[in-house]
């Protein structure tokens, strides 16, 4: 048995690292070898390594008992099953969004036990895996809400044989290898101790059961691939990358197990005219220079139609207005946020004479006057030329 990698060297830190420092490079490096987004042909292993060194390190008593006996001192201590428990993967992973819209990927805690235990063994109920579906909305649509029907590929239970995996008529024979527990368990004597370690049974997969004649429909897994109609109701005012969990929705585990979940993952797209800041949106119009000047009513677009706002006299480019309640509504409070009308004066870029003419006119009346050109700068021989001059004069 090759001898493990210190942990620290694992995640890439030092011996002194924060818990926070810890959980950070976890994640860095779960995103980069999970197996349902690496393609590196050892990701496995490599993502199984990171999460039993993050599994020690995370927990301040295993982490003290590395730092003193090493490896040793946690294999003296702890079985490969109590050395995971406890620690939320789940919460680390989810917001990598493993499994892709709408299909499947180990998603959660359990699929840590899954790839050590394989399927957690007959001790503790097996879970599905969560997935994750993406939804794009746009501006107006994450205003209003929105219900809908998705569709979504996951694995059920196979209703031929009713998740058994056994054809119809017959049943699974109890495993002769683990005598139907599932799992193998064994001791070692240890300079520290006797360790105990238990693992799934290879013979049967962790199920403590063999089936000798299978559904033809799941080829005797218990489960059957399926797209599944589901309706959704994303209420108004949602934001972009927020998500809708819907329980039970995921993978099945098994009649013995519990499905997993569904994560609608929310992206709003960008609008080509208003910008969202939480609650208000932000809108940006041109306004000419004679009505900054004698001021003028305009109409401007809002999400639920068009606004009319009063530009007084004399504004300034840059100005803001604003009018209330005519942005988003608030999710998890009561009304709208406003929508904010920033105007720029916008300068014309081609004018007739006559135009010319009476800004002109305007400027004389406001006393300004056009530069003079600057005067071209004398050569050095129009310099003495003029010195020359000046003395024989």
Do not use: W
């Amino acid at each position: 048995m090759p001898e493990k990698k210190d942990y620290y060297e694992v995640l890439g830190v030092p011996k002194d690292s924060s818990e926070k420092d810890i959980k950070g490079a976890y994640r860095k490096l779960a995103m980069k070898y999970h197996p349902d987004r690496s393609e590196e042909p050892d990701a496995e292993e490599k993502f199984k390594e990171l999460s039993e060194a993050y599994a020690v390190l995370s927990d301040p008593e295993k982490r003290q008992k590395y730092d003193q006996f090493g490896h040793a001192g946690i294999n003296s201590q702890y079985s490969q099953e109590d050395l995971f428990r406890g620690v939320n993967f789940e919460d680390l992973l989810r917001g990598f969004g493993f499994g892709g819209g709408g299909g499947g990927g180990r998603g959660g805690g359990e699929s840590i036990f899954d790839m050590f235990f394989g399927g957690g063994g007959r001790g503790r109920p097996a879970r599905g895996r969560d997935l994750r579906y993406d939804v794009r909305l746009t501006l107006e649509q994450a205003a209003s809400g929105l219900e809908s029907t998705i569709q979504v590929p996951r694995t059920e239970s196979c209703t031929t044989c009713h998740g058994s995996g056994a054809k119809p008529g017959t049943s699974p024979t109890v495993c002769s290898n683990c005598h139907g527990s599932g799992q193998i368990t064994r001791a070692q004597n240890t300079p520290f101790g006797q360790m105990v370690t238990s693992s799934a049974c290879p013979k049967c997969a962790g199920r403590g059961q063999i089936i000798t004649n299978p559904c033809g429909d799941c080829s005797g897994t218990g489960r059957v691939r399926k797209t599944r109609k589901i309706n959704i109701k994303i209420p108004p005012g949602v934001e972009d990358g927020q998500h809708l969990k819907l329980r039970g929705q995921g993978d099945t585990a098994g009649p013995e197990g519990e499905s997993g979940d569904l994560y609608v993952v929310i992206t709003v797209m960008p609008h080509p005219k208003f910008q969202r800041v939480d609650s208000d949106l932000l809108l940006e119009t041109p306004i000419s220079f004679t009505q900054a000047a004698l001021g003028a009513e305009l109409e401007v677009p809002t999400l639920g139609g068009r606004a009319r706002i009063k530009v007084p006299a004399g504004t300034q480019t840059g100005t803001v207005f604003r009018l209330r309640g005519k942005g988003m509504p608030r999710l998890q409070g009561i009304g709208s946020g406003d929508l904010h009308v920033k105007v720029k004066i916008k300068t014309p870029q081609t004018l007739t004479e006559r135009q010319k003419q009476l800004l002109e006119e305007l400027a004389a009346e406001l006393g300004e006057t056009k530069k003079k050109p600057a005067e071209k700068e004398k050569s050095i021989i129009d310099k003495i030329v003029d010195e020359v001059k000046s003395a024989v004069q």
